[in-house]
């Protein structure tokens, strides 16, 4: 069973920027794909990015692209999600989210099997 914690949230202004981090408690999260997911107060848990197990290959939600980056870091077990240009409704709990076996990232909840506890991010001035 691998674990996964979250950190790096809080509170960051409009335009503003802020990097999560999620580090695995096993090696073999380092085989598959990864992703980050939020959900934001009274909406369903939305896909937000993903990168593939070699780390060559990223899926974005439309409402991030261009403005967040998904990377990770094998030596470190861990993944990141740099959040540049954020605005109001990026507002949400984060969670990071490795699949069974898939080794690039699909957007479908379903097949996520390890979730980490959420991270709360919050955009306002």
């Known amino acids: 069973q691998v674990q996964l914690e979250e950190s790096g949230g809080g509170l960051v202004q409009p335009g503003g920027f802020l990097r999560l981090s999620c580090v695995a408690s096993?090696?073999?999260?380092?085989?598959?794909?990864a992703s980050w997911f939020r959900q934001a107060p009274g909406k369903w848990r939305e896909f937000v990015g993903g990168?593939?197990?070699?780390?060559?290959?990223?899926n974005y939600a439309s409402s991030v692209r261009g403005r967040f980056t998904v990377s990770r870091d094998k030596a470190k077990n861990a993944v990141y999600l740099q959040m540049n240009d954020v605005i109001p409704e990026d507002t949400a709990i984060y969670y990071c989210?490795?699949?069974?076996?898939?080794?690039?990232?699909?957007?479908?909840?379903?097949?996520?099997?390890?979730w980490g506890r959420g991270i709360q991010v919050t955009v306002a001035s």
């Open positions: 990168i593939s197990a070699s780390g060559g290959f990223n």
């Open positions: 989210a490795a699949p069974r076996d898939e080794v690039y990232p699909i957007s479908e909840a379903s097949t996520y099997e390890h």
């Open positions: 096993a090696r073999s999260f380092n085989d598959h794909a």
